[in-house]
């Protein structure tokens, strides 16, 4: 286990690297001139150069890529060029709020989907299965942004349970942040349903194929026994990985939802910063996002023995 352990994580180490090396070329190919964004149109050509200078804007592509890479492994991300505060304060505190509305976005549609998936495989060509798998499809095919504007209209507008505009952090206030997050949970457990429904059914009626699971029908278990204590958790290997590929991906991707519902989150600063061109945020989310999605995988690596034992093995 632990060596699977010290491989898994040595295999990530190359992915943070080319990461990092991709983040840092993007921000360069940007047209445009930092030191001069900065400064503003009336600098003179003297103070850009100075500012430049006092950047590393001067020094090759290498050395700006090894000062940068010192910087970021001490903490220090730069400071924004439109509000001068530190990059890494600001990103932290907008990724609290996208990790909130993602981790219990994923948890509710991974409880609801997961055993609806499984029995539908139960009961293949059943009206069961046809409905749930129709569903799944349905759920798929609706634009994350569109279903989030008729949520805002049905609860919102005609029926006012629930607020439209504006966020309140629910360490302010707990009943208050809830009701601002409520709407857009509920658009991404709907959405993502739909994809782990699909995902688990398929997988369970592979692992239904199998030949244990005919032993252990021969062996005079119950249907109920078979599909939950023999058959689940070695389909549940495949549905897990998706899950992890959805939570990595939302993490970083949920601009649009953010903006729909007005959420102060990552994504929303990133649309922002690139819309004000400062580079100094722009360059910490995406490194953020493509590290939290680097880790986050590899938690889904490490505790995948849990559900395929043959993993340690290999």
Known sequence: MLRFILNRLFMALPTVLIVSITVF????????????????????????AEMRTELGLDKSMPEQFLIWGQNVLAGDFGKSIVNDEPVLELVVSRFIISAEIVLIAVALASLIAVPAGV?????????????LVGTATVLLSIPTFWLGLLLLLFFGLKLGWLPVLGYVSMSENFTAGLLYIVLPIMTLVI????????MAR??????????????????????????????????????????????GNLLGGIAVIETVFTIPGLGRLMVDSIFQRDYPVIQGCLLFVALSYVVVNLIVDLLYPLFDPRVVAE
Do not use: C
């Open 25 to 48: 070329a993007l921000i360069r190919f940007i047209p445009g001139d930092p030191a001069a964004l900065m400064l503003g149109d009336m600098a003179q050509p003297e103070q850009i």
């Open 119 to 131: 029995i539908a495989a139960w009961k293949q060509n059943s009206i069961t299965d046809l409905a």
């Open 191 to 198: 959405h993502e349903a739909g994809v782990l429904i699909r």
């Open 202 to 247: 398929a997988s369970t009626l592979e692992v239904l194929r199998l030949d244990y699971i005919t032993h252990a029908r021969a062996k005079g278990l119950s249907e109920s026994a078979v599909l939950w204590k023999h058959a689940f958790k070695n389909a549940f290997g495949p549905t897990w990985t998706m899950i992890g590929l959805i939570l």
